[in-house]
Structure formats: C-alpha cells, structure tokens
Antibody, heavy 118, light 107 residues
Framework: QVQLVESGGGLVKPGGSLRLSCAASIFTFSDYYMSWIRQAPGKGLEWVSSISSSGTTIYYADSVKGRFTISRDNAKNSLYLQMNSLRAGDTATYYC???????????WGQGTLVTVSS | DIQMTQSPSSLSASIGDRVTITCRASQSISSYLNWYQQKPGKAPKLLIYAAYSLQSGVPSRFSGSGSGTDFTLTISSLQPEDFATYYCQQSYSTPPTFGQGTKVEIK
C-alpha cells in the first residue's frame, strides 16, 4: 500500500528550529511532486510548500517564505521541511502529501504535530 | 490568491439523506477543483478531482459537478461513515487554496 510517514514534530520554543521528514514507500517517489500542508488545531488546511520531482522547482506560501526550506532526497525516498524562526502561529499538524499546486493531493501521511510555545 | 468559500459551514443530516455542499472560487478556475474528506484525528482523503472525477476506491454515492467559479459535492445517500468534514481545494494556480470546510453531522 502506498504510504507516507512523517516524523520530527514536537515542542519547540519561539524562534527555534525543527526539521520534519517524510518517508515514502511503494510508489516511485522520484516521479512525483511532493508538498507539505498544515492544519492548525481546530482549523482548516493550509498549503505550505511544494517541490518538483527533481527538486529544481520549489514554491512556498508567503507565510513561511524565508523561514522554511523544503528539500528531497530521491535516493532515500524522503521529503524534508526545515523550519527556522518558528512562531506560535506555526503550531499545527504538518502533513506531507503527493501532489502539487496543479495536481490534487492524492496521498497523505498521517501527520506530525509541531507545537511552538515557550 | 484565489479564495475558496464553502457553504454551509456545517449541516445536520440523517442516514439516507441526499447532501449537497457548495464551493465558490473568487475567480474562474475552470475545472481545477478537488474535494477531500477528513475524519477527526485523521489525514484528509481525496474524494473527487478535476471537479467530477471520482478517485479510485471512493464510493459512487459521491459525485462532483461545476466549472468556472461554482462547484458542488453531492452525497446521494448519506452513510454512517460519511460523517466528517469536507474541504474543496483549487489546483488552478499557486498557491493552492482550500475552502474553510463543511462539517457534516448526525441529525
């Protein structure tokens, strides 16, 4: 079964950093755009960032531009999100998903919770 | 950014009811509209893509319609497992944006 598994979430102080990982299995990871989408507690879905299959094309939401960096390692079937200068407003469950801004997000991970609090 | 507005924000319905959720885009998005279902504590699940195409494995009681700015998700006969929150999302341009969600509750 096609699967995405996130890890790396946790509690971090404002201004701190965290790196999320997403491991893909079963499908040919290197063929697909991948994205991060977040959901604040009790709120709706917010797209964060997308990266092309080769890693050469990247997009960010304005809310995270300059603070977050998306990357991928196709040899390891893995997607990453480096989050710096974290704010309380970044508190959310972060999902990795297969798809991009022009395609539906057809496969989702289970999510990893990031809490930014002092 | 393209704004997506869903209505209603919530609804109460009974098993077997026909349920309709609407989604309006702030500008034309052709048929680049997707629908997701999310149950509490779970990741969203893709139901409908490109406005009316049913994702593999999704029951046929779910259907989508519309183009341009106005779209509809219909559940023809509500089942117990359909109580969830539903989101629309446009994939016409970046940033991809979601509606605020419609929570379907048991009457």
């Amino acid at each position: 079964q096609v699967q995405l598994v996130e890890s790396g979430g946790g509690l971090v102080k404002p201004g701190g950093s965290l790196r999320l990982s997403c491991a893909a299995s079963i499908f040919t990871f290197s063929d697909y755009y991948m994205s991060w989408i977040r959901q604040a507690p009790g709120k709706g879905l917010e797209w964060v960032s997308s990266i092309s299959s080769s890693g050469t094309t990247i997009y960010y939401a304005d809310s995270v531009k300059g603070r977050f960096t998306i990357s991928r390692d196709n040899a390891k079937n893995s997607l990453y999100l480096q989050m710096n200068s974290l704010r309380a407003g970044d508190t959310a469950t972060y999902y990795c998903a297969r798809g991009s801004y022009t395609d539906p997000f057809d496969i989702w991970g289970q999510g990893t919770l990031v809490t930014v609090s002092s | 950014d393209i704004q997506m507005t869903q209505s209603p924000s919530s609804l109460s319905a009974s098993i077997g009811d026909r349920v309709t959720i609407t989604c309006r885009a702030s500008q034309s998005i052709s048929s680049y509209l997707n629908w997701y279902q999310q149950k509490p504590g779970k990741a969203p699940k893709l139901l409908i893509y490109a406005a009316y195409s049913l994702q593999s494995g999704v029951p046929s009681r779910f259907s989508g319609s519309g183009s341009g700015t106005d779209f509809t998700l219909t559940i023809s006969s509500l089942q117990p497992e359909d109580f969830a929150t539903y989101y629309c999302q446009q994939s016409y341009s970046t940033p991809p944006t979601f509606g605020q969600g419609t929570k379907v509750e048991i009457k």
